[in-house]
């Protein structure tokens, strides 16, 4: 859901509830008027009516659970016909201090102002700061005029952030054409005047004529993305070989697990220690009243059925809790069971049942075994002579569009090696490491039974978090485990609590899927560039990720060369992401994470930067779009229609083309493999 929130304390609220926020589309500003933060949540409907009752309107339904299952059957069934008929300025950093003057004027600057054109439509975007930092009642207005004096004005909302102000900003505008000059006036009195830029101000060069592209027909699960980068690596094996990387994931796997009792009423849970396709699955579970007087709790556990004969009184009478129940089966089987008490059920006496089966919920079995990651390394010379580039995508699991973005990639500098000279001289100067699927126990787990699941499918609750009830919570967040400005370190938009849609597992670098990631910098150190890929929102993003709080300390911020060369490179990048079919990257959502997005503890993209030394950025692929009826801008979601992954995947894939050529140009001015100083 878009939501429209009644003022940022809501917005903080939401953030501080643990709520499952997929992006903040044009920051979140708290303002007067009917300016109001904006924000994509995925929420149950009781969690809506909550919010709904605070205040909070629905602005847009970006996609229902279930939704992607759909869209995910109309792309195979698609490919399916296709196949059948025989068709192959750094921000945030530029806080004042100044006071409003005397008089109680204030003076405002202009932090960015840009124009583009958009499938036809032209839009404006400006940041504007005023001195009155701590006026939350300040209004600034901006007019703007085009060439031919056509006029009219849209309001900024103030944008606080960690109870620090930032800046004024709005949405892209809708403007008739290109706008020749800014005023901005604040409600204190004061005014600025600028002559917005054309943004990105880049394009790239066009693609030659031949130029193969377009090699993704449907959405991708792990299982077919497997079977992708075996083929490629048989096709092209002189460009390309196959890196297993060192940590297997724990599979699309889960324990055995069941209620013994009614859950609404008294009920114990019983999990079975092994997973459920090690033989947890099918086991049953059955109480039974002990006979005569004064029996004692006992079990047993025969045939792959657990007995339970609960204890009786002098008057024969079932006497056993659900406290004692569990905490008997949990002491007499330390190997093959666990058991805990369902919430509401404590003390409560243990009700005689017949046999309830245990079961892990999985939808697909036959994916059950541990998974070998895999990545593609390309490129003429793999022997770390030249400049290396890491692109990985899907460390959330939900974000299906990710590997069609960089698999799409990964074959057109395949396919195009022979044929295009360029990309044959791209190759002969650049090492490339394509990791499509990050997380593929994730993956498997949302594009099999709960489409919207982020995070990996391994359970580090303990106690009562593992009722069955939660099974679409836990697993740990891959991109908040990490080991620099982590929530273990005191860094903030990361959890500890397992069922935080955050959760940061129970240490740094815990999961085989972030440890792999990182493999990959460490035994590779001629990587001087990352892109991790996510959707969706459409940002271009980079160190620093995350700040500390009280006073929203940041990760140190690049200096200013690297700032610059950060952006300058983004402004290539997103110039050849606009080529394809028109989508501009917003200024608003073009910087730093910490700035443009959120603050998230523990991402990868930090760890490679501080630690590594490399020039690491993050895409959200799946920018919004233009609804010229409504006049508004429409969210995408993590699963859309496939036309509209289809379309991302090949946008993105132009972008990351233009990464691997920013890499070679920068590679050409200092040729050296050597990484740029870490911070
Ligand atoms: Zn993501």
Known sequence: MRLKLPDRAAFERLVASGADIAATPAASPRSSGDASPLVDVVVTGAALKTLQSQGARVVQVIARAGDGTANFRASKAAAAARTA????????????????????????????????????????????????????????????????????????????????????????????SKPVKLVATSSLGGTATQAPKAWPGTTAPPAPSGYQQDFISAYMTPTDIQQRLRRLARQYPELVELVDLPNKTNGYRRTAVGYVGDPAAAAIVVETKAFGSAGGNGIQVKTVAGTGANRPLAATFRDRVLTITLATGADGTVVSTTDEVAAFVAAKFPTRFTAFVEDGSAGKVMPVMSPVRLDDGLTASGLSRPWQVQALRIGTHRDGSKPGVLIYSQEHAREWATPLVTLEFAERMLANAKTDAETKALLDSVDVFVLPVTNPDGANYSFNDYNFQRKNLDNFCTGAARDPKNRNRWGVDVNRNYTVGSVFDGYVGASTDCLSTVAAGTGELSEAESSNVISLAKNHSNIRYAMNVHSYGGYFMWPPGAYSLPGRITLPRPDAEQSAAFLASAKRIVGAISTTRGTVTWPSNTGPVADVLYSAAGNSADQLYYEFGIYAWDFEVGNDLWNATTQQWEGVGFQPPYDEAHAESQEYAAGLVELVRVARDDAADEPTTTRREAK
Do not use: C, M, N
């Open 85 to 176: 008929a025989g068709l192959t300025a750094q921000k945030g950093g530029s806080r004042t201090t100044a006071a409003a003057d005397a008089t109680g004027a204030d003076t405002l600057h202009f932090l960015q102002s840009y124009w583009w054109t958009s499938k036809g439509q032209t839009f404006v975007q400006v940041e504007v700061a005023t001195t009155a930092v701590q006026d939350p009642d300040v209004e600034i207005q901006v007019q703007w005029e085009t060439a031919d004096g056509q006029t009219g004005t849209f309001p900024l909302q103030r944008f606080v952030d960690a109870d620090e102000y930032q800046y004024h900003v709005a949405l892209p505008q809708a403007v008739p």
